[in-house]
């Protein structure tokens, strides 16, 4: 019976371990860690061994396969013990859409907007009455859907850091937003090393799968030019700056409206009558609707959710406001492109609640969005 250890014990990784045990694999799951008692209590249900505080090496490098939660770096000393006997290490996301049948992906990535954009394509696809899941950064774990749900459609949101694991996994939408410095931390502080993982969303991408982007992003126009993709993809580009038509379909920002285009199907959104405001959620919009044009869904639709649909939590939130100010919870801006962003669509004195770490970026350019 081949062994499959699941390192991390966290949303992804209780999800991947229930699907291994489905699927009749020996599993394990290990975290340095506290498995959180809702987790703790699945992996009992479905009788899995679990350990926490503690890896048991001799039981991770017996392993004919090894699934890795995204928070884990590759430094740590269990991942770079595997890399060195030549253990396959992948995602939750390369090994649960091998049990997906016959089910079609959106999958969503980017420095700035992949929530939005993702909760968004997800509300559409929802409103339209298609058979859909919502997971990987956000939503219930993929792997676990997969092992307890039958879905036509899954919409994913994806990080550098799942991407990385995933080798044969193939989108059949795939949304690319943007590529700005982050995580610099986890890539040797190199930046290619970032955009090279972001562009695996279009790995093993063919003729029938769909490509939305921004064309407006000079990183992927760079490397769209760079020769290195085969680019056998049908090509959705969004822009509001500099207009770049696909004879499969595209969408261009003028005057607060645009239009989506995909093949003879196209929807008008005027961004005026949009509740979530400013330039960057208009890409988001743009590339909701490519997406879901792409993916079948009937133009009236998407333009009454675009319409109805409200800010994400913690993406500039109103929070309240005290004499005159305007105090917005903007927590998910946790990178310096996604707070220049918010800074930018602000209009009156506000109080800006942000968060994250520093991952080894250059902050001047906030300086004079920020007096």
Same mark, same amino acid.
């Given at each position: 019976m081949k062994k499959i250890v699941v390192l991390g014990g966290g949303i992804s990784g209780y999800g991947s371990a229930v +699907?291994? $045990? $489905?699927k009749g694999f020996e599993v394990f799951l290990s975290d340095m860690g506290k498995v959180a008692d809702k987790y703790a209590a699945i992996l009992d249900e479905w009788g899995i061994e679990w350990e926490q505080g503690q890896h048991t090496m001799e039981r991770i490098l017996a392993a004919d396969e090894v699934i890795k939660s995204p928070g884990i770096p590759e430094k740590a000393a269990a991942v770079q013990a595997l890399r060195a006997q030549g253990t396959p290490i992948i995602s939750e996301m390369e090994f649960a859409a091998r049990y997906m049948g016959k089910a079609r992906t959106i999958c969503i990535t980017g420095s700035n907007g992949k929530t939005t954009t993702t909760s968004l394509i997800y509300k559409i696809m929802r409103d339209a009455g298609f058979n859909v899941a919502l997971g990987g950064n956000i939503g219930e774990s993929f792997a676990y859907q997969v092992a307890t749900g039958e879905f @036509?459609?899954? /919409?994913? #949101? +994806?990080?550098?850091?799942q991407l990385d694991g995933m080798y044969d996994f193939r989108a059949d939408v795939a949304v690319l937003m943007n590529i700005t410095p982050d995580h610099l931390d986890r890539y040797g502080y190199c930046f290619q090393n970032y955009v090279d993982s972001k562009m695996r969303i279009i790995q093993n991408q063919h003729s029938l799968n769909y490509f939305v982007y921004s064309a407006d992003d000079e990183v992927i126009e760079k490397e769209i030019a760079s020769g290195k993709y085969s680019m056998r993809m049908r090509q959705l580009p969004f822009a509001a700056k500099a207009a770049v038509a696909s004879g499969a379909g595209d969408a261009? +920002? /003028? @005057?607060? #409206?645009f239009t989506a285009r995909v093949g003879e199907k196209a929807v008008t959104i005027d961004t005026a009558k949009m509740k979530i405001k400013g330039l960057h959620n208009a890409y988001d919009a743009m590339a909701a609707a490519l997406a879901t044009l792409a993916a079948g869904v009937a133009p009236s639709v998407i333009e009454q959710?675009?319409?109805d649909f409200s800010p994400v939590a913690n993406r500039l939130e109103p929070a309240g406001e005290i004499g005159g100010v305007l105090y917005i919870n903007d927590s998910k801006a946790t990178n310096v492109d996604s707070a220049w962003y918010a800074l930018e669509c602000q209009t009156r004195p506000v109080v800006w609640i942000v968060g994250g770490t520093d991952k080894g970026n250059d902050y001047t350019s906030l300086i004079p969005l920020a007096q």
């Open positions: +699907l291994a $045990k $489905k @036509d459609w899954y /919409v994913l #949101e +994806l990080s550098s850091f261009f +920002l /003028v @005057d607060g #409206e959710s675009i319409y």
